[in-house]
């Protein structure tokens, strides 16, 4: 556990015309840096002194810390957790405040939440700095891939009917890199629609590259009303494997119909 030392003093200024015999003081000139990770839940350890380097009793007092970005713009304020032993306290940045957040520099600064809705500044060093900084690290824990989304489609026309036939093809979507080890075996569509009407086919394939001759197989076909604006279709089991490579869309709309598929998310 990381520990951040804290002091509690009135911001008076302090003037010694006579430095005969005058002891110097302990002082912390500035407070280090604190690496916080993403993916975990981060706990820091508060340790509230006097300016004489002596743990006081803040228990009574309701403390916050609030952490910003490199723009000042709030991400997170945490109420600051009391321990047993007087002058020790605990702050907790879970770890869905850090995860949409880029690897950086953070600052924090603890404060006093005054019943009068005041707020009191809590000192960092014995300089009256205020705000501190966090290295946000990434890098440390798997994460879940981003979903792949799918907003593209062209189409191929069949004039040897009347009226044409227009058959809408997606980009495909590689749902299993070469290097991807993991052992869930599951894959989601999200299919967001506008007054869409018609059938889609979702389609895998196990080719490695994509061409014109690659061998698309058809998982499931399903028919979708106008009056419907999302779908969610789930494949596992037999319709999926980690051997299957790529994923397309292929639909054709009703006569006369003039909807779309907005976009698709792909999870895995």
């Known amino acids: 556990m990381q520990k951040i030392t804290a002091y ?12 005969t015999a005058h002891n110097t003081e302990y002082r912390i000139v500035y407070q280090r ?3 916080i990770y993403k993916g975990l839940d981060n706990e820091l350890l508060l340790d509230f002194k006097n300016s004489e380097q002596k743990r006081i009793t803040v228990s009574d007092k309701t403390i916050r810390c609030v952490l910003m970005d490199q723009l ?12 047993l032993t ?27 939440d005054n019943s009068d809705g005041t707020r009191s500044p809590v000192y960092g060093d014995t300089q009256f700095g205020l705000s501190g ?18 907003d593209r489609f062209h189409y191929m026309v069949d004039d040897n009917v009347e009226p044409f036939v227009y058959t809408y093809y997606s980009e495909a979507a590689e749902i299993n890199q070469p290097n991807d ?10 299919f967001y629609l506008e007054l869409f ?23 499931e076909s399903f028919a979708v009303t106008s009056s419907t604006s999302s779908v969610t279709k789930t494949y596992t089991g037999e319709d999926y494997s980690n051997n299957l490579v790529w994923a397309r869309i292929k639909y054709v709309l009703d006569t006369g119909n003039t909807g779309k598929i907005d976009r698709i998310l792909v999870r895995r």
Do not use: C
């Open 86 to 112: 007087p002058g020790l306290a605990t702050v907790t940045i879970p770890a869905r405040v850090l995860a949409s957040l880029a690897p950086q520099f953070l600052h924090y600064t603890i404060y006093i």
């Open 8 to 19: 509690l003093y009135p911001n008076r200024m302090e003037i010694t015309a006579d430095l």
């Open 197 to 219: 009407e018609g059938t889609i086919d979702v389609q895998f394939t196990e080719d490695v590259v994509v061409s014109t001759a690659t061998d698309w197989r058809t998982v």
């Open 133 to 150: 900084t966090l290295d946000l690290i990434g890098h440390v824990m798997p994460k879940e891939l981003p979903p792949i989304e799918i």
């Open 72 to 83: 000042d713009q709030e991400i997170y304020t945490a109420t600051v957790t009391h321990l």
């Open 33 to 35: 840096k604190f690496k």
């Open 181 to 190: 080890r993991s052992t869930v075996q599951t894959v989601n569509f999200d």
